[in-house]
């Protein structure tokens, strides 16, 4: 398979209310999307997201390394979905958001030549064919606003079937925070709820909160402290939390995932293409937890389209599950690049909308166009 043409659409799409974290407030998704035709003019779709305290990238600096990598891709003859990574870091050393974008959109083009959805394709590269057919996926929701907004919000979209949430901490004062999630887990009693930190607090702040009986409802904690703490703070945190520990910002790919399991550090992880390089070591890194015993939590970064989620969901199908739920960002934008986006029924993904050969989704170009970011522009590469 050859690329016959390559175009990149930075966008910057609306939330519907701004989603304030810990190190920033997000107002808009700035995310790239590629569309690659292929010889035979079919078209395959990728996206990545600008997550400057994730991955180090601006919407700016990952459209020039994927507009690089693109000069590079289009003169090689795709073969084999297995040597997409090897490929790639052949002409560009890290920059995993630039190699997620273009390997998701290589993976819809290689799906779609076999005439499968890309969840399959993703169990057969993986040798995991032999899974039963996808269970639906929980979907994960994010909550914010006043105290009284989250638990409202929350018990509407608990009527419509949502059981999995995450609570933003580490933007208010530690009291607060611990007041907010002692009400918000009385309200959603026996439902799956995480407090997401994003690496706000000190180890101190950490433990205390861990440890409070106000927050003792919580089924895990993300991210207390911040990555570039020192191995041994988070075996103190892990040592002294009674909560089940979830890490993020920490993980990176398997070399990650084996250095805080094999010291013990966490009960699972958070995974996210744009951190990993795209759905193959997406997958190899959901194997590896597997393997140990260790929950997943599949995400998007706040906020991507539906394209984004599609992907990220397919690790999920694929690997038949994801226990910490699936948390897919496209629900919090004022509108979405697909005609019919992905969208939870009874508050799960169902493999269904995802059953279509390639990734499942097709953007709309005219929505595409209608989000162009204003600074960039659409680039042919």
Same mark, same amino acid.
């Given at each position: ?21 810990? !190190? ?19 078209? !395959? ?17 990952? #459209? ?5 990598? #693109? ?109 907010? =999630? ?52 988070? /075996? ?65 970064? =706040? ?29 919090? #934008? ?16 169902? =493999? ?15 929505? /595409? ?13």
């Amino acid at each position: 398979m050859k690329i016959k043409s390559a175009t990149l659409f930075p966008l910057s799409i609306p939330l519907q209310a701004p989603m304030k974290m810990s !190190g920033e407030t997000v107002t808009h998704a700035n995310t790239l999307l590629l569309r690659l035709v292929d010889g035979g003019g079919k078209e !395959g779709w990728g996206e990545t997201s600008a997550a400057p305290l994730m991955t180090g990238e601006t919407l700016g600096s990952v #459209l020039a390394n994927t507009a690089y990598l #693109l000069k590079a891709a289009k003169e090689v003859s795709w073969t084999d979905p297995c040597q997409i990574g090897n490929i790639q870091s052949r002409f560009l050393y890290a920059n995993t958001s630039a190699k997620s974008c273009v390997e998701l959109a290589l993976l819809d083009l290689f799906a779609q030549a076999k005439e499968e959805p890309v969840w399959s394709l993703l169990r057969k590269v993986h040798r995991i064919e032999s899974l039963a057919a996808p269970d639906p996926l929980p979907v994960l929701r994010m909550l914010g606003g006043s105290l009284e907004t989250e638990i409202a919000d929350a018990l509407a979209l608990r009527d419509q079937g949502y059981r999995h949430w995450k609570i933003k901490v580490g933007v208010h004062d530690l009291n607060s925070d611990l007041r907010r =999630v002692a009400a918000i887990c009385a309200a959603l009693e026996g439902d799956t709820i995480s407090a997401d930190v994003n690496g706000a607090f000190t180890l101190e702040q950490a433990v205390e909160f861990c440890r409070s009986d106000l927050t003792s409802r919580l089924s895990f904690v993300e991210q207390p402290i911040a990555a570039d703490h020192s191995i041994s703070d988070f /075996v103190n945190l892990k040592t002294a939390s009674p909560l089940p520990i979830c890490l993020d910002e920490s993980i990176h790919g398997i070399d990650t995932i084996n250095v805080c399991a094999d010291n013990g550090v966490m009960d699972g992880a958070s995974l996210k293409l744009i951190k990993l390089g795209g759905m193959l070591p997406g997958m190899r890194a959901a194997i590896e937890l597997e393997k140990r015993g260790l929950n997943l939590n599949l995400a998007c970064k =706040v906020a991507e389209t539906a394209l984004s989620a599609a992907a990220t969901a397919s690790i999920g199908f694929a690997m038949n599950g994801a226990p910490w739920g699936l948390s897919m960002s496209n629900a919090y #934008l004022e509108y979405d690049i697909c005609d019919v986006p992905l969208a939870a029924s009874q508050g799960r993904l169902r =493999v269904e909308q995802l059953n279509s050969v390639g990734i499942g989704v097709v953007p709309n170009p005219s929505l /595409v166009k209608k989000a162009v970011s204003k600074e960039w522009g659409i680039i042919e590469c």
